[in-house]
């Protein structure tokens, strides 16, 4: 069983589309994130959820939004999509707030923006 | 702003050898200091997780310390194989921006030939 799985996998669209990511925890977890990889391979925290309440959210284009309807869900949704959005974004979640706990990583989506 | 570097960028082993992977990081008010090891294509798998307090964490082949006061982290791996090549990231979260905030180095890639 995958403890986060991420839909889809692969996704080639075309300039000013809107798209949506979807993730989802069977690990019984709180906080949820989404990441973001560059081309450059460099990994950066976009947002982060705790129990459905948004609690981090970077220096991030308001085109990027994302929703939690329940604690074991997280998706993001990209309006207007721009060429500089092309990356691997990745899901992720932890335990709780209350400690540092290990953050698990779902196996990523690669957005290709044509 | 916290920065996080690794180095060397790239490394090449034969089978069997020790190695050791840095990790430095700019501000030493973290919470806690977390590798990862990502293989191509996929999400990030976490290795060990060492709060501030801990000066190293163990898990079979591999070594993490931490030297808090000089911004510095390794990573050992024991008698390094082919399954190990992949890239390691280290991730820190910093007292003023919460558990949660990982900020992630540049990644070293490793490769481990036969």
């Known amino acids: 069983d995958t403890a986060v799985s991420q839909t889809p996998k692969y996704l080639v669209t075309q300039m000013g589309n809107d798209k949506s990511i979807k993730c989802e925890q069977n690990?019984?977890?709180?906080?949820m994130y989404w990441y973001k990889q560059d081309s450059k391979k460099f990994l950066k925290i976009m947002f982060s959820?705790?129990?459905?309440?948004?609690?981090i959210n970077e220096t991030v284009p308001n085109r990027f939004s994302p929703k939690s309807p329940d604690k074991a869900h997280l998706n993001l949704h990209i309006n207007s999509l721009e060429l500089g959005d092309s990356a691997v974004y990745f899901c992720?979640?932890?335990?709780?707030?209350?400690?540092?706990?290990?953050?698990?990583f779902g196996p990523g989506t690669r957005l290709t923006v044509t | 702003k916290q920065e996080v570097t690794q180095i060397p960028a790239a490394l090449s082993v034969p089978e069997g050898e020790n190695l050791v992977l840095n990790c430095s990081f700019t501000?030493?008010?973290?919470?806690?200091l977390q590798w990862f090891r990502q293989d191509p294509g996929k999400g990030l798998t976490s290795l060990l997780l060492?709060?501030?307090?801990?000066r190293e964490q163990t898990s079979g082949r591999l070594n993490a310390s931490l030297d808090k006061s000089s911004g510095r982290s390794t990573l050992y791996i024991a008698a390094s194989q082919p399954g190990d090549s992949a890239t390691y990231l280290c991730?820190?979260?910093?007292?003023?921006?919460?558990?949660?905030?990982?900020?992630f180095g540049t990644g070293t890639r490793l490769l481990v030939s036969p």
């Open positions: 992720a979640s932890s335990q709780g707030t209350g400690k540092p706990y290990e953050q698990y």
């Open positions: 060492i709060q501030s307090s801990q």
């Open positions: 959820y705790n129990n459905k309440e948004l609690i």
């Open positions: 690990l019984g977890h709180d906080t």
């Open positions: 991730a820190v979260s910093h007292v003023n921006t919460g558990f949660q905030k990982l900020v």
């Open positions: 501000d030493s008010a973290i919470y806690n």
